[in-house]
């Protein structure tokens, strides 16, 4: 494996843990499951608050709900591979924004 596709999979994996903590956090806290519906508000600070939130967490929303339509729709496998495409590609972002971040901070050398 060359050490750009590590740092790939790296980042992935850091997004989707990273958006997993997030929207478990909310759970515990807020006793509802996080989802798009946060931004539905109209024009508040919490509404703006959720924005942040939201570019974080959205990989595991987005497979959360798309499971769960596998499930209960009985969704096709196209719609299901091109929603975890997306997921995947939005946690290797979100992932690589965080590393990059911590190692701006100098917590990764």
Known sequence: MTPEAFNTF?????????????????QALA?????????QDGVA??????????VF???FII????LRGMR???RRAEFVMMATL???????MSGT?????LRAAGVLG
């Open 72 to 74: 209960v729709e009985s």
């Open 63 to 66: 497979m959360r709900n798309t």
């Open 86 to 92: 997306i997921a995947g590609f939005w946690s290797m």
């Open 31 to 39: 006793r509802r499951p996080a989802g798009f519906g946060l931004l």
């Open 97 to 101: 924004f965080f590393l990059m971040t």
């Open 45 to 54: 600070p919490k509404t703006f608050a959720a924005v942040p939130f939201l």
């Open 10 to 26: 790296f980042s992935i994996c850091i997004g989707f843990a990273l958006a997993g903590a997030l929207v478990n956090g909310y």
């Open 57 to 59: 967490a959205a990989p």
